[in-house]
């Protein structure tokens, strides 16, 4: 069964330094890589995804995420932050569509950004 | 726009009630998903459907029932047999097809507690 661990439970980052969030994932196959943002008492957001090709991926809001398929890891990066990138971050992994169809996406536990000022 | 629309918004119910949570999108997307959020324990997938008339459990169906009459509408009955029912409730959808990795996009979500 496919699993996604994010290591930290927290972050605190102060405003204008760089961010790196961490994601582990555990799938036997080809993995679809996403990173979702969520704001308190809010849905999902979709930051950035990665199916194929190019192992660097560029999503919104100035963050990118990068693919290391011999580390499972699937990173998430942010050269500068900002008071409003606080929020709860959230790495998945999806098999796609298989014989059966979709069957969602398994989540990491999330990670809560914490912006200083 | 296009999106998901999830109400209500906050919902109270009490020991040994149904209650049901809507959900619609117009986004034309054949998959629908609901999911459970709890503190500390991200997203659990509860019930999905890949088309009309057609759905599957997830990890934690027990005490949950949905249907799927209408393309753009899911509903999620939370039964009085789910004995831990408090939680925030998101439910989502995707395109379907031959292309892998479908992206899922989700509503804003409801709370429900049990009073």
Redesign the interface.
Known sequence: AQSVTQPD?HITVSEGASLELRCNYSYGATP?L?W?VQSP??????LL?Y?SGDTLVQGIKGFEAEFKRSQSSFNLRKPSVHWSDAAEY?C?V?Q??TG??????T????THLIIQP | DGG?T?SPKYLFRKEGQNVTLSCEQNLNHD?M?W?RQDP??????IY?S??VNDF?K?DIAEGYSVSREKKESFPLTVTSAQKNPTA?Y?C?S?T??????????????S?LTVV
């Open positions: 439970i679809y996403f979702y008492g809010q849905g999902l957001q979709l995804k199916f959230f998945a999806g796609g569509y059966g169809g979709a069957d969602g996406l989540f990491g536990k999330g | 998901i999830q998959a998903y999911y500390g324990q991200g997203l659990r997938l999905y890949q088309i599957q997830g925030f998101l989502a995707s379907q097809g031959n292309l892998l990795g479908n992206t899922i996009y989700f509503g804003e979500g709370w």
